[in-house]
């Protein structure tokens, strides 16, 4: 039972992962650039439409990989918080793991509750577009952090 258990979370652990890292990917590549060839100067109206639909998938995604993830540490027992085992590398992987994953969340969150709405409220177009370009490049850098934290899962489930 325990095993079913432990393979249904993981299972949670690794949708929530492909939505959000997925989506993620999927704007970068193929919204932003498609919306701004066949929009021009529209496509930020596009660009807002795509984002009323992915928050709230990106935000149930994180609620499961944290829900899942907390599970499946505790089920797997793989990780300690007692101080000797910070000189173990798994343990060491994971917790490098961990802190990107909260700069992911940090940076989404922000994103979203703080930067989007002061794009919204600012009336100058150099600003704005400062802005909107800084909201971008953080999108750029969950994706970059995403791919690292796939990488240190990889290691994390060989060793």
Do not use: C
């Not at 529209?42 to 009323?52: F, H, N, T």
Request: cysteine-free; proline content about 2%.
């Amino acid at each position: 039972m325990k095993d079913l258990i432990l393979v249904t979370f993981y299972w949670i652990h690794l949708v929530a992962t492909i939505l959000w890292i997925g989506g993620i990917s999927f704007i970068l590549f193929i919204a932003i650039p498609s919306s701004k060839q066949a929009l021009g100067t529209e496509a930020g109206k596009l660009m807002s439409e795509i984002a009323k639909r992915f928050t709230p998938l990106a935000n149930l995604s994180i609620a499961l990989l944290i829900i899942s993830g907390i599970f499946l540490q505790v089920l797997s027992r793989k990780f300690s918080w007692e101080i000797s085992y910070l000189e173990n590398s798994v343990t060491m992987t994971l917790i490098i793991k961990h802190i990107l994953v909260f700069g992911m969340i940090a940076i989404h969150f922000y994103r979203g509750l703080l930067l989007v709405p002061k794009i919204k409220r600012t009336v100058l177009d150099v600003k704005k577009a400062t802005l909107q370009k800084l909201s971008i490049n953080l999108v750029k850098v969950n994706f970059v952090l995403g791919l690292i934290v796939l990488l240190l899962s990889g290691i994390l489930h060989i060793t």
